[in-house]
């Protein structure tokens, strides 16, 4: 039970590229998530899914695209990568059963 | 509207010393708050959770909380502090205003705990 998985660890894009950023959860969650963390800052939630099929805008959305295809998978688009989005990323889980998210490792992303 | 203050930007604690890692909270229902541990490049493990049941929350490794409404408090407490302890702690807040599973979760800014040999 390998829990939440995020794809990559690392990532180095220049100002203007695009890229996925994958989320992964084993556990038959209906709930997915995903954050951004700053230094000082907290996470703050960018985007959120509540089941397959179905995505809605956090507090911090902007510049993000989301998909939520399979029930276990979450997807996280950067279309033009801007050097504010260098952040670390976490994508989380949680079961409608449950008051707790469960996070990944995160993906950490510069943009130059 | 929700809020979580985390007084304490950074802690330090002699090891087997106790530890108190304070919080303080603002929301207009009933809340549910937890404690979340980040050790260095790892990502967030839940560390303990009040959902409305008893007051004095037990969690895991030791640390426990206890949730005061009379003072908006959910501070973290453990009574011996040891080196594994080092991380970066985040209490969070999720109000019970929003529809199960829209539950937006506020974070604090977090508290560094260092642990000193």
């Known amino acids: 039970n390998a829990g939440v998985t995020q794809t990559p660890k690392f990532r180095v894009l220049k100002t203007g590229q695009s890229m996925t950023l994958l989320c992964a959860q084993d556990m038959n969650h209906e709930y997915m998530y995903w954050y951004r963390q700053d230094p000082g800052m907290g996470l703050r939630l960018i985007h959120y899914?509540?089941?397959?099929?179905?995505?809605a805008k956090g507090e911090v959305p902007d510049g993000y695209n989301v998909s939520r295809l399979k029930k276990q998978n979450f997807l996280l688009g950067l279309e033009s990568a801007a050097p504010s989005q260098t952040s670390v990323y976490f994508c989380?889980?949680?079961?409608?059963?449950?008051?707790?998210?469960?996070f990944g490792p995160g993906t950490r992303l510069t943009v130059l | 509207a929700q809020s979580v203050t985390q007084l304490d930007s950074h802690v330090s604690v002699s090891e087997g010393t106790p530890v108190l890692l304070r919080c303080n909270y603002s929301s207009s229902y009933s809340p549910s708050l937890f404690w979340y541990v980040q050790h260095p490049n790892k990502g967030l493990q839940l560390l303990l959770k009040y959902t409305s049941a008893a007051t004095l929350v037990k969690g895991i490794n030791g640390f426990e909380a206890e949730f005061k409404k009379s003072e908006t408090s959910f501070h973290l407490t453990k009574p011996s502090a040891h080196m594994s302890d080092a991380a970066e702690y985040f209490c969070v807040v999720s109000d019970a205003e929003f529809d199960f599973g829209n539950e937006k979760l506020t974070f604090g800014t977090g508290t560094r705990l260092t642990i000193i040999p």
């Open positions: 989380a889980s949680m079961s409608s059963g449950s008051m707790a998210q469960y």
């Open positions: 899914s509540v089941g397959e099929g179905t995505t």
